[in-house]
């Protein structure tokens, strides 16, 4: 089973300013199968990032995902204020399919 | 458009049973991974369950194995989780997604259903 740990818990930034959010698995992922999702409040969360680094349809190019192996980044350039949120890192590549605990993204 | 609307939430008893639906619309249902995942309130989300497009794959979390069970209805576009021996511990809104073709990332999901397992 492969455990994800994200780092930081929180952080918090203002509008502008770049994010780095870390993603790191217990195992190496196979494939690169990771994805991140943004989840604001009452709301389902959204895919961001899949494949590591392949953006999803619609989620603009500020938003970039790098990485490989056990070792996974999200970067978002410039925070918009529609940003902040919850982050989750999520390996699907083998079973059980599990997500990170996630990075709330909080207005400094 | 792709859509995705979850039903049969509610609250049960402990040791109590559920079926959850999610009705889909917008996309050749029978092409996809199909998925569940759950977020207990105030908490982050968990994967419960995914089956593949023609159905011959089941993944099921070590937490429900054994009591919720994955299925799928290509005629009704639709995907199920049966929920048995139901435990406070499965409180939860429950989110139906879906996967891809070749990727199984999740890239759409419904809004949830709420279920709420308490005495």
């Known amino acids: 089973e492969i455990v994800l740990t994200q780092s930081p818990g929180t952080l918090s930034l203002s509008p502008g300013e770049r994010a780095t959010l870390s993603c790191r698995g217990s195992q190496s992922v196979s494939s690169s199968n990771l994805a991140w999702y943004q989840q604001k409040p009452g709301q389902a969360p959204r895919l961001l990032i899949y494949?590591?680094?392949s953006r999803a349809t619609g989620i603009p190019e500020r938003f970039s995902g790098s990485g490989s192996g056990t070792d996974f980044t999200l970067t978002i350039s410039r925070l918009e204020p529609e940003d902040f949120a919850v982050y989750y890192c999520?390996?699907?590549?083998?079973?059980?399919?599990?997500f990170g605990p996630g990075t709330t993204v909080g207005i400094k | 458009e792709v859509q995705l609307v979850e039903s049969g939430g509610g609250l049960v008893k402990p040791g109590g049973s559920l079926r959850l639906s999610c009705a889909t619309s917008g996309f050749t249902f029978s092409s996809y991974s199909m998925n569940w995942v759950r977020q207990a309130p105030g908490k982050g989300l968990e994967w419960v369950s995914s089956i593949s497009a023609g159905g011959s794959f089941i993944y099921e979390a070590d937490s429900v194995k054994g009591r919720f069970t994955i299925s799928r209805d290509s005629a009704k576009n639709s995907l199920y989780l049966q929920m048995n021996s139901l435990r406070a511990e499965d409180t939860a809104v429950y989110y139906c997604?879906?996967?891809?073709?070749?990727?199984?990332?999740?890239?759409?999901w419904g809004q949830g259903t709420l279920v709420t397992v308490s005495s």
């Open positions: 997604a879906r996967g891809g073709t070749s990727d199984w990332s999740f890239g759409y």
């Open positions: 999520q390996q699907y590549g083998s079973s059980p399919f599990s």
């Open positions: 494949g590591a680094s």
